[in-house]
């Protein structure tokens, strides 16, 4: 199959070659030192054998990668073809789990927001371990790339110690920071709040925190937040997040297997106070997902994060 | 009545065209032009005018309401954060040692 010769041009033209001639005169700092391309015919010959193997094993890769990308397509095609029309009359209506949720949601979990109500509710299990993966993630990196102290308190790796941090002195870098910090904070802090009631939830607003605690770190150094953020605050908050949310889903459980009457008010749905334990829950994802990806900028930025241990 | 709203739906959709063709001006100037900077300079245009663009024509064609508000918040935050980000990246190319097209400078001490 050939392309017209227009769009072949255009398609070359967008991935960097020069189509058209550029003048050899054109002069000044951006036009000087045109990155000039190899000519093909004037290739170092190489060795007849060892060539012959790497176009080989090239004419092999896009063979295979052909057959590869041809395979997946017809597998999703007849897939796909296979699939029962949309709004057809011989549909599988009786998709129970899902009418569940979309029906009861309200009245038993009490979430406008039907996703929350299902990963904090029906599912609550799966986010646990979702935010236990993130602690042991952080505890593996703590492991691998913590920087040693000596008993004197100075770092194991003197080129460490002797490197300053990078805080780059830079105007307009801080006043952007300056401005867009606390409102990142806040809006992070409206997400995990808001939860239940529109899209947002604890994952991605404690996204939001720690990437405004990243960013607060990049404009004025990490003195004034080492002070807060320890190793040990770290540990407490995520290991108290954690246990809450243990306790308080294990509670629920228990109690709804049973048959028991668990005690914990719905609410009314559409209040912030509403949604039962979901609102509790999103702030315990929260706190862990900001403390974790703070920890993952400063472990592997500077090898460690609050002033002692 | 009706003139009026096909007054308004032609500046909108003008406006979007516009800034389409800053997007698209973007995005094949990142991938035709050879080394970072010039890059970054068609990536920015995109993510500023562009967008500036996009956004008026879909304020001109929403109407006021709440979204207005948050169209512009979003304006708001794209011009701050993305014409810093392409400043940090010139910092940290000239810092490095790279004249501004893109070569590294050989330092004849």
Redesign the interface.
């Known amino acids: 199959m050939k392309l017209p010769r227009f769009l072949a041009v255009f398609l070359n033209?967008?991935?960097?070659e020069e189509v058209f001639p550029v003048p050899e005169q054109a002069s000044g700092?951006?036009h000087?030192?045109r990155?000039k391309k190899a000519d093909p015919k004037k290739k170092p010959q190489t060795p007849g054998r060892k060539k012959d193997h790497s176009k080989l094993l090239s004419a092999l890769y896009s063979a295979l990668s052909v057959i590869v990308c041809l395979t997946v397509i017809l597998t999703l095609l007849t897939t796909v073809s296979w699939l029962p029309r949309f709004g057809g009359d011989h549909n599988p209506v009786e998709n129970e789990v899902y009418t569940r949720y979309v029906e009861r949601e309200l009245e038993e979990a009490g979430a406008v927001n039907t996703v929350a109500g299902m990963i904090l509710d029906y599912r609550a299990f799966d986010t646990l371990g979702e935010s236990n993966v993130l602690f042991i993630a952080v505890c593996s990196v703590i492991i691998l790339l913590r920087a040693d102290r000596k008993k004197d308190g100075s770092l194991n790796i003197p080129e460490l110690e002797s490197t300053p941090e990078e805080k780059?002195d830079?105007i307009?870098?801080r006043c952007?920071a300056m401005?867009?910090m606390p409102v990142g904070l806040v809006f992070g802090i409206y997400v995990v709040l808001n939860g239940h009631l529109s899209a947002g939830g604890g994952f991605s607003g404690g996204a939001i925190i720690g990437a405004s605690m990243i960013l607060y770190v990049r404009a004025f150094g990490s003195e004034k937040l080492d002070k807060v953020f320890t190793f040990s605050t770290y540990k407490w908050i995520t290991f108290a997040a954690l246990i809450t949310y243990t306790l308080l889903k294990t509670w629920s459980f228990y109690t709804g297997a049973n048959g028991l009457e668990s005690g914990i008010p719905l609410g009314k749905p559409g209040a912030i106070l509403s949604a039962g334990l979901i609102l509790p829950l999103n702030i315990c994802v929260g706190l862990v997902v900001a403390c974790t990806m703070y920890a993952f900028y400063s472990l592997f930025s500077k090898g460690g994060f609050g002033n002692g241990q | 009545m009706t003139v009026l709203e096909w007054i308004r739906f032609l500046i909108g959709a003008a406006l979007m065209l516009g800034g389409s063709f800053f997007m698209i001006t973007a995005v094949?100037g990142n991938?035709?032009f050879?080394n970072a900077p010039?890059r970054m300079h068609a990536a920015g245009l995109g993510d500023t005018l562009g967008i500036l663009l996009l956004f008026v024509g879909l304020l001109i064609l929403c109407g006021l309401s709440v979204f207005t508000l948050k169209l512009i918040i979003i304006v708001l935050?794209l011009w701050?954060?993305s014409p810093?980000a392409s400043?940090?990246i010139m910092?940290m190319q000239i810092e490095n040692g790279f004249?501004?097209?893109g070569?590294k400078e050989n330092k004849k001490k």
């Open positions: 033209w967008v991935e960097g700092p951006f000087s030192e990155i780059p830079d307009i870098f952007a401005i867009l | 094949i991938f035709r050879r010039c935050l701050m954060t810093v400043h940090m910092r004249t501004p097209d070569r």
